[in-house]
């Protein structure tokens, strides 16, 4: 009888991962898994819990991936980079973006308030955004994450028209974003 297979955490994280990019983290099971690794589920229930220990794997994973995409310097303008490596994530995981983002889950509580603490940080860093105080910058960010969302919601959906490519996104994006800053900074002026 030839010794069994031994699979990592790390590796059946990458293939539930691959899994879940096609049917969603939530329409994972162990069997499914353990299927495209050839093997049994034995492997799964030694290295995780449960099925759930799996899909918080998978879901840091996705998580990871989102981080790395928003690392990625396009523009120059970090901010700027951050709403691209979002349409992006949307495009390239559509289904992973819609149950995230789209459907209440447990994966996002965490993930939220750690990212927007960072960008809060980085905004603060940013010296076109340093005449604004805490309040002020978590009002912006909300405000472009409300509109980013729903344009990346509109790739994952893919709800734009044919001709609207990424270069009319990011576009669209930067002029929103100027239109926020700009209007938050004549509202504090006006105050």
């Known amino acids: 009888m030839p010794p069994k297979k031994k699979y990592s955490r790390q590796q059946i994280v990458d293939t539930a991962f691959e899994l879940a990019k096609l049917e969603g983290i939530e329409g994972l099971t162990a069997r499914k898994v353990a299927d495209e690794l050839g093997s049994s589920v034995a492997p799964i229930y030694v290295n995780f819990d449960d099925i759930k220990d799996l899909k918080k794997a998978v879901a840091n ?3 990871k991936v989102s981080r790395e995409l928003s690392k990625t310097e396009v523009t120059g303008d ?13 495009k390239e995981y559509s289904i992973l973006f819609q149950e995230l983002v789209l459907k ?10 750690q990212l927007g603490n960072e960008i809060i940080q980085e905004m603060k860093d940013d010296k076109e ?22 344009l990346s919601v509109m790739v994952a959906n893919d709800l734009l028209p044919e001709d609207f490519d990424e270069e009319a996104q990011i576009e669209l994006l930067e002029s929103m974003g100027t239109d926020v800053i700009t209007s938050s900074r004549l509202n504090k002026k006006d105050k």
Do not use: V
Not at 78 to 90: E, K, M, P, T, V
Not at 129 to 150: A, H, P, S
């Open 129 to 150: 955004l340093g005449d604004f105080n805490d309040e002020e910058l978590m009002m912006i960010l909300l405000k472009m994450r409300i509109f980013q969302l729903g």
């Open 61 to 63: 994973k996705t998580f």
């Open 78 to 90: 970090r901010f700027l980079d951050i709403g691209i490596a979002s349409l992006r994530f949307a």
């Open 104 to 113: 209440k889950n447990n994966y996002m509580e965490d993930y939220d308030e």
